[in-house]
């Protein structure tokens, strides 16, 4: 069982950074591939990125590519994503989530594949 906690969230203008956490809980953390999805309101959940256990493979949506980024810290048990140039396109309950996917490209960005998933945390993005 794996628990997750998001945090970080809040109201920024456009431009502006914010760094998302996701703690997760359990003893397997670097056994388990992490992403970061996103629902904005009336729209599917949507992804953002996820990393390998190890670390060593990054996905990033196209639509995020060179301003969101996704890291892990095992030491740590937490998983980041660290938010540049935010735009009001970004407003969304971001979620992140933990299974054991295969890591490809096709793979990673469904979420039924994710078998743990944390509360949600709000990101909101002024013009």
């Known amino acids: 069982q794996v628990q997750l906690v998001e945090s970080g969230g809040g109201l920024v203008q456009a431009g502006d950074s914010l760094r998302l956490s996701c703690a997760a809980s359990?003893?397997?953390?670097?056994?388990?591939?992490m992403a970061w999805f996103r629902q904005a309101p009336g729209k599917e959940r949507e992804f953002v990125a996820a990393?390998?256990?190890?670390?060593?493979?990054?996905y990033h949506a196209d639509s995020v590519k060179g301003r969101l980024t996704i890291s892990r810290d095992s030491a740590k048990n937490t998983v980041y994503l660290q938010m540049n140039s935010l735009k009001p396109e970004d407003t969304a309950v971001y979620y992140c989530?933990?299974?054991?996917?295969?890591?490809?490209?096709?793979?990673?960005?469904?979420?039924?594949?994710?078998?743990?998933w944390g509360q949600g945390t709000q990101v909101t993005v002024s013009s």
């Open positions: 989530a933990a299974g054991r996917p295969r890591m490809t490209a096709a793979t990673v960005v469904r979420p039924t594949v994710y078998d743990y």
């Open positions: 990393i390998s256990g190890s670390g060593g493979a990054l």
């Open positions: 359990g003893r397997t953390f670097s056994t388990y591939a």
